[in-house]
């Protein structure tokens, strides 16, 4: 970490390959303490620029600093003070669960001790397992333990939830808020978005390798738009039977009719004068504002309609 | 500079022990070092059908052929399973030298390598009786070493140039089978002349040689041939110093990323 506090910064970084350029002139800081979730659809450079912050890759152009160091240059020391999820699992199968944590535990100054990082991820009923036999949700677990069982103060966590059940899926985010309750400084990227609403203090919005928007989750979901109409409508059977002014906001994708901004109070008359003749259940109509999942969109130019 | 950073990191002697145990304890976990320890001792009792006792040739051929199954193939194919998986990567990401992880892992590969020479040799032993004299367990455990440096660095620096972990195994083999038979292994081959001398330049040929010396050790010789030494040492010090300059820690990926989605 610099003097400023700044444990991550990034300066016109730049990779690259060829004529394409996976990272093109991003910039930003991340303060010490800070959980920053990066997102972007595939292909967008998330994990290129969280390889060029690790130490991985180098950038072809700009600087990088990671607790006030070049990640290239980084000796054991720095090493020592950061940890990792990447994006697949990277393990060992002969070693068990306890067998494989020990050994990284090993390698730090001042490891977590393994059984409190084994209670974190929910490892304890696995101790005696052999990582070759866990299913790819357990493996995953025991890829977070491993990064954070050197005690980082800077981790950096790619897709970590991804392939866990629900239940594991909210354990992992209960373990990242203890870290980030400590002080650890977390950079994230998931393509679950309400993960990255859960968790983050703040999200980058990178496309095509550039930084479309550096925000916070509050503030991506009040610019997504006006207030959205949400009406399940599961029997393919009855969208033919669409009135014009609804047929052109039904979703094939979502199997729903999206109702975006305009006569909200219009909208549902209209809905519930189509709905009422054919007795159809309401209990699923929501009415409220754009999702951060539509606001997302919305900002990446992905979601129907949207204009950026 | 923080709690954490200030506390000392564990020295690398220690590390080293360390990943020297897990490395072994791995690579004589995995089924197909069996295959090392278990081929040339049921070679040596099928080649028992031919003649009642074996000789030192017959036996250092077979201890070969058990110790560079194990270094070249055994060990290669998991290097580059590994790298391909991420091992690698990951362990490049910790705290430990990278050259007690690549050390760590050639050493614990001889260890076991010699293990799978040396259990051909007491199985000649236990089985047909076979006398050797105090100074030929020593001298053959020192070409074990030997031997299975330069075969474990030469797998080591090969590993940058094979790019997936199916490709490991044909890979490897490919090479292996032609110098362990040109080598005359399985038995001496002198003709033609040409294919002779170039075997006595690859580190088979050298190896069943100073294991064939170590364990007959006639008298008023010298106990390991001192040019077959010099192949093995010049084979393991060509193989460490390309290893080192061509290793590579990640998996190969395509050349360019994914073009992003539009």
Request: charged residues 15%; aromatic residues 6%.
């Amino acid at each position: 970490m610099n003097a400023s506090g700044i444990a991550v910064a990034a300066e016109h970084l730049t990779k690259r390959y060829g004529a394409l350029a996976a990272v093109d002139d991003l910039t930003f800081e991340v303060p010490a303490g800070q959980l920053v979730a990066v997102l972007g659809p595939n292909g967008a450079g998330k994990t290129t620029t969280l390889e060029i912050l690790e130490g991985f890759a180098a950038p072809t152009s700009g600087t990088a600093r990671v607790l006030g160091a070049d990640p290239r240059r980084g000796g054991r020391a720095w090493r020592a003070r950061i940890g990792l999820v990447l994006q697949s699992t990277s393990l060992e199968a002969e070693l068990t669960v306890r067998e494989t944590l020990a050994l990284y535990a090993r390698l730090y100054p001042a490891p977590r001790p393994v059984g409190e990082v084994m209670s974190l991820a929910g490892l304890t009923g696995d101790a005696q397992t052999r990582v070759g036999v866990l299913s790819g949700g357990q493996r995953r677990r025991v890829d977070l333990a491993i990064g954070i069982i050197g005690q980082p103060e800077v981790l950096f966590l790619d897709e970590p939830t991804t392939g866990l059940d629900p239940e594991a899926r909210r354990r992992t985010w209960h373990a990242v808020q203890d870290l980030t309750a400590a002080g650890t400084t977390v950079i994230l990227t998931t393509h679950y978005i309400d993960e990255a609403g859960y968790l983050a203090d703040r999200l980058l919005l990178i496309s095509a390798g550039r930084l479309l928007a550096d925000t916070t989750p509050g503030r991506l979901r009040a610019q997504g738009g006006p207030p959205v109409v949400r009406y399940p409508l599961r029997d393919p059977a009855l969208t033919p039977d669409l009135p014009p002014g609804l047929a052109c906001h039904y979703d094939p994708h979502a199997r729903a009719l999206v109702i975006r901004g305009g006569d909200v109070a219009g909208a549902l008359r209209d809905l519930l004068a189509w709905t009422g003749p054919r007795s159809l259940d309401l209990s699923a109509i929501e009415v409220g504002p754009a999702s951060l999942e539509d606001a997302y969109l919305t900002a990446i130019g992905e979601l129907p309609g949207s204009t950026s | 500079m923080t709690d954490t950073a200030m506390r000392r990191l564990p020295s690398a002697a220690t590390l080293l022990l360390a990943q020297i145990r897990y490395q072994a304890k791995l690579l004589a976990g995995g089924r197909a070092v069996v295959i090392g320890v278990g081929l040339p001792v049921i070679l040596l009792i099928a080649s028992s059908t031919r003649q009642a006792h074996p000789s030192a040739a017959d036996i250092a051929g077979y201890a070969c052929f058990g110790l560079t199954l194990t270094a070249w193939n055994t060990y290669g194919v998991r290097l580059v399973a590994a790298r391909e998986a991420g091992v690698l990567k990951r362990w490049r990401a910790t705290p430990l030298p990278r050259w007690c992880y690549f050390l760590g892992r050639i050493a614990a590969c001889v260890i076991v390598a010699a293990i799978a020479g040396a259990a051909t040799v007491l199985a000649a032993v236990l089985l047909y009786h076979t006398h050797l004299s105090t100074s030929a367990w020593p001298g053959a455990l020192a070409a074990f070493v030997l031997g299975g440096t330069a075969w474990a660095a030469a797998a080591t620096a090969l590993s940058a140039a094979i790019p997936t972990a199916e490709a490991a195994a044909p890979t490897l083999m490919l090479i292996y089978f032609p110098v362990i038979i040109i080598s005359g292994v399985f038995g001496s081959i002198s003709e033609p002349h040409w294919l002779y001398t170039l075997a006595t330049y690859l580190p088979a040929q050298p190896l069943a040689g100073a294991v064939t010396s170590a364990l007959s050790h006639p008298p008023g010789t010298p106990l390991l041939p001192v040019r077959d030494v010099a192949v093995l040492a010049a084979w393991a010090a060509a193989g460490l110093a390309t290893a080192i300059a061509v290793f590579r820690w990640e998996p190969h990926r395509p050349a360019r990323p994914r073009p992003p989605r539009r």
